[in-house]
């Protein structure tokens, strides 16, 4: 059906055909009912968001590494796309010309129920207005289009930044007005998740008035709440969390994502393609909220995995980690005399970085086959909904005893001290502490490369000092004798995984040249030869 509806969305039809296809839809029969309409949208949500492009997103940060430059994020992540070679494109209107296609037909069809018809309209603004949101923070300005009837017509310019700005808030402000409170069904955007759009969009482009306001009326919902298990948010028994707002959708064996199985260790008969960075291990504070260049933290680097945030360990499969019935051992050649199938050069599936992200991937029996897997990456859940109206307030109002408390429930509910008031009394320092918690939160959700690139220090994007200079891999050995997972790892040094960097036209990714090739006129961003 989705296959069908989205090829409807495009196609003519041909004038000889006097019955209706039961296999297939065309515009000529099925503008009609309030079920055609449904179905359509049925179609608009294939693809509105791409699951396996937010598990690949934190390595286009300094959280994460891909390995294979042709998946995708490997020059987005060391700096070296350009218009020919972009990695991982973005730059797609299918889904938008789709909601213009049913903004612009729904009316045709007879719906007697007008409450079922304006939320259907209003899912389908939200969904045209984070396609929009999307392209426009990683692109710039970017075309606003109608559904044009030839090629040379879609050759249209860029449209500014702020146009398309105006465009996202207009489009979610409707729906948000309109849309049904609750979902109909899982995956389906309700109040909430158009409330998280404009919030996150609100946040990224720097208004942070309008992004506490819209966290705000989240919370005012009454309808999410943290989980107490955090881990359990990453699992396919936690898919029914009344933490998570929306994730996107995947059944085994219908719409499966294999990505999954791409992010195993080699070990396991994966792909090791994106693996967590040692940069994203030193962000997490120790177990007793000092950070670990804070003197009398505790921190070993000879052992730094002991005695860390509880999140990393429920994140991040490390050397020690007891996983999949054995012991994680990306630092031993061999093993047991045997060649060991999970330390970095023995295997080009192996984990560069020496580790593995957890999030998603365990239990690894969760999933009866790791390339058909039912896993539903998150796009939004409540502890987002906290630490931006935290971030928002205390950039718009400085700290308080508000923001304390949302910070405090995102720290303790994963057996993390509530925040010093005293260290942490300052914009400046709150800041710091805020930027941390986040980055702690949301490590290898896709959220990463956004706010580096958003958040600023010394007049320059963070991204310009985490994104320039080596990417090391942690050289030691594994202590087996010892029963304390976090203690076994014993790293005597480091190894070069990769030179990086990111110059200041780097905050946009190029446009592709085919793109470009496409429509004349568009102006490439600056800094990338066109």
Known sequence: MIAGVAAMALSSCNDFLTTIPQDSMSPGTTWQTADDASKFVVGIYDGWEDGSALLYWDSGSDFAYNNFPWEGFTNIGNGSLTPSNPGWSFYDFSTIRKCNTFLENVDKCNITDAAFKNDLIAQVKVIRAYRYFQMCFLYGGVPIIDNYTSAKEAQVPRNTEQEVQNYVFKDLDEAIANINTTPSARGRIAKGAALAIKMRAALYWGDYAKAEAAAQDIINLGQYQLDSDYSNLFTVA???????????????????????????????????????????????????????????????????????????????????????????????????????????????????????????????????????????????????????????????????????????????????????????????????????ERSAEFAGEGLRRADILRWSENGKMVAERVLNGQLMQITGTIDYTQKDPTMRAVIDGKRLVEERTFKAYNRYLPIPQSNISDNPKLVQNSGYAQ
Not at 303 to 331: A, E
């Open 238 to 436: 936690g898919q029914g969390s009344s933490e998570i707002i929306l994730a996107v959708q995947y059944i085994t064996g219908t719409k499966s994502l294999y990505t999954v199985g791409q992010f195993f260790p080699n070990g396991d008969g994966g792909w090791s393609s994106v693996v967590p960075t040692q940069n994203c291990i030193d962000n997490y504070e120790m177990s007793n909220g000092m950070t670990i260049t804070e003197a009398g933290s505790g921190y070993d680097a000879k052992h730094p995995f002991h005695g860390r945030d509880p999140r990393m360990v429920m994140s991040i499969v490390y050397p020690g980690s007891d996983w999949n019935g054995r012991v994680f051992n990306t630092l031993d050649e061999k093993v047991n005399g045997k060649k060991n199938a999970d330390y970095p050069s023995n295997a080009d599936n192996a984990s560069k970085t020496a580790l593995t992200w957890r999030k998603y991937l365990g239990p690894m029996d969760q999933y009866a086959d790791m390339w058909d897997t039912n896993c539903c990456p998150i796009v939004f859940r409540y502890a987002e909904v906290l630490l931006t109206w935290a971030e928002a307030e205390n950039e718009l109002k400085g700290p308080s005893q508000a923001v304390f408390d949302k910070i405090n429930a995102v720290r303790t509910r994963v057996g993390m001290p509530e925040v010093d008031k005293a260290k942490y009394s300052t914009k400046e320092k709150l800041r710091e502490l805020i930027r941390r």
